[in-house]
C-alpha cells in the first residue's frame, strides 16, 4: 500500500468508517439474496454501493477543503437517510412475515396482548390521535432539528458528534433490518377503521406510509431509537433545544404503537438502543466539555483510533 493510500484511508473519520462496514454488510446482504431468487434490479443496488464508498473515500478531501465540502463531508450520512432506507424495503422484500411471529410471541409474554393491535381500537379518541400522529409526523424534524441546531449555533463538534452517535444508531438497526426484517404490525393486521384513524394527521401518515415505507424495517424501531438520541444529544450539549425536543419525542415513542406502526416491542427495543449509545457517549466524555465531542466517541465507536 504507498503512502498517499495509508493517507487517505488515515483520514477517513469514525462515520467514514462506520459507513464503509454498513455498506459492506448491506452488499453482503445482496449477496445472499442469489441463495433464492434474485433482487430485481440488483446490479443498480451495487452501482449504488459502489459510488456510496466512493464518496465516502471523497469525504476526507471535501472536509479538507473546507465551507461547502466541509459541510458535506460531515452531513453527507444524513442526506442519505432515505436512500438508505429505501434499500432496506428492496433487500427485505420478500422476506414475508417469517419473524413477526417470534416478535408477537415476545408482544403477547412482555404486554399480555398485542398492545399495537388493540390500543387504537379501544381508545379511538381523535384529539389523541391527532396529537400523536403529529409527534409521529415531527420525525424527521426532531431527527434533524439536534444537529442542525448545534451547528448552527455554533457548536459544530457537538453536531458532529450528533451526527455520528445518530448514523451509528441507524447503522446498528439497519443491521438488524437486514439480517432479521420484522414486517410490523402495519402489515400483519387489519388497519384500524374509527374515529381514531380519521383525523388529518393519522390520515397523513398512512398516505406517507403508503408512498414511502421499508418492508422489514420494524424491529428494532430506528423511530424511536434515533430520535431518541438526537433528543438526548440536544439535551447534552444545548438543554434549550433539547427541551423543545423531549415533548415531541415522547409522544413519537407513544405514536408508533398507537398508530400500529411497530409492535410495542420494537418500541420498548429501539428505546433500550438508544439509551445504550447515549450511555456510551456519556462514559466517554462529561457534557462540560463538547468541544472534543467527536474526539470523546471515537474510542469506543470506532477502536482502531
Request: hydrophobic share 55%.
Amino acid at each position: 500500500m504507498t503512502s498517499e493510500r495509508r493517507l487517505a484511508l488515515g483520514a477517513l473519520s469514525p462515520l467514514d468508517r462506520w459507513t464503509l462496514a454498513y455498506v459492506a454488510l448491506a452488499t453482503v446482504a445482496v449477496g445472499l439474496s442469489f441463495e433464492g431468487e434474485s433482487i430485481e434490479g440488483w446490479g443498480w443496488l451495487a452501482v449504488a454501493h459502489l459510488l456510496l464508498v466512493g464518496l465516502v473515500l471523497l469525504a476526507p478531501r471535501a472536509r479538507a477543503a473546507g465551507g461547502l465540502g466541509r459541510f458535506l463531508g460531515d452531513w453527507y450520512p444524513m442526506l442519505l437517510l432515505a436512500a438508505l432506507y429505501g434499500e432496506i424495503g428492496v433487500l427485505t422484500l420478500d422476506a414475508g412475515f417469517q419473524n413477526d411471529l417470534a416478535i408477537q410471541r415476545l408482544e403477547a409474554s412482555l404486554f399480555r396482548s398485542q398492545v399495537s393491535y388493540r390500543w387504537i381500537r379501544e381508545m379511538p379518541v381523535p384529539w389523541l390521535s391527532a396529537v400523536l400522529h403529529t409527534c409521529y409526523l415531527a420525525y424527521y424534524a426532531i431527527l434533524y432539528a439536534a444537529p442542525v441546531g448545534l451547528w448552527f449555533s455554533g457548536r459544530r463538534d457537538a453536531a458532529r458528534q450528533t451526527i455520528l452517535t445518530v448514523m451509528v444508531t441507524f447503522y446498528l438497526c439497519y443491521f438488524v433490518f437486514l439480517f432479521f426484517p420484522v414486517a410490523g404490525p402495519r402489515y400483519a393486521f387489519d388497519l384500524a377503521n374509527n374515529a381514531a384513524t380519521e383525523v388529518g394527521p393519522a390520515r397523513l401518515a398512512q398516505w406517507l406510509l403508503d408512498h414511502g415505507d421499508s418492508w422489514g424495517a420494524a424491529f428494532p424501531s430506528s423511530h424511536v431509537a434515533a430520535s431518541v438520541v438526537a433528543t438526548g444529544m440536544a439535551l447534552r450539549y444545548w438543554r434549550p433545544l433539547g427541551i423543545a425536543l423531549l415533548l415531541p419525542t415522547i409522544g413519537l415513542m407513544l405514536a408508533v404503537v398507537y398508530g400500529q406502526f411497530h409492535y410495542g416491542v420494537d418500541a420498548l427495543s429501539g428505546l433500550v438502543l438508544a439509551g445504550i449509545m447515549l450511555a456510551v457517549v456519556q462514559r466517554l466524555r462529561p457534557a462540560e466539555a463538547p468541544a472534543r465531542a467527536t474526539d470523546a466517541v471515537v474510542g469506543v465507536l470506532d477502536p482502531g483510533v
